[in-house]
């Protein structure tokens, strides 16, 4: 009896522990979950995210003195339109159609676009 037992036990540790190690390789490594989001998409308001991106990489050029392209983005009312029409996305995004902006360089980092595209998706509020 004693033997069948620890047969029994040997038996479920090694089911446990082949669970384990194949479990744990069935997990997607691409994002991380929201709660432990290291980019930033939890935030993804305007004033908390989307006006300091853009006055880090766009409003040198697009703002109330220099509107290149017709384009203010130092203020929310030209932000929100150029938001919803899709320019702001397919231009940082550089997708084709949309000119490509910041022109001349490296696209802005995919984690602070996603923080732009949820705030949009989200009805690009005054938040």
Not at 83 to 109: C, D, F, H, Q, W
Request: aromatic share 6%; proline share 6%.
């Amino acid at each position: 009896m004693k033997t069948t037992v620890k047969l029994s036990l040997i038996v479920s540790f090694i089911i446990t522990a082949l669970l384990v190690v194949t479990c744990k390789h069935e997990i997607p490594l691409t994002d991380p979950p929201e709660d432990n989001d290291t980019c930033g998409t939890i935030v993804f308001t305007y004033s908390g995210a989307v006006a300091p991106l853009l006055t880090t990489y766009c409003t040198r050029c697009h703002n109330a003195t220099t509107t290149r392209g017709g384009i203010n983005l130092s203020n929310y009312d030209g932000v929100k339109t150029v938001a919803l029409n899709g320019r702001l996305l397919g231009s940082i995004k550089k997708e084709t159609g949309y000119k490509p902006m910041p022109p001349g360089t490296t696209k802005v980092p995919d984690c602070q676009i996603r923080q732009i595209e949820k705030w949009v998706l989200a009805g690009a509020a005054n938040n």
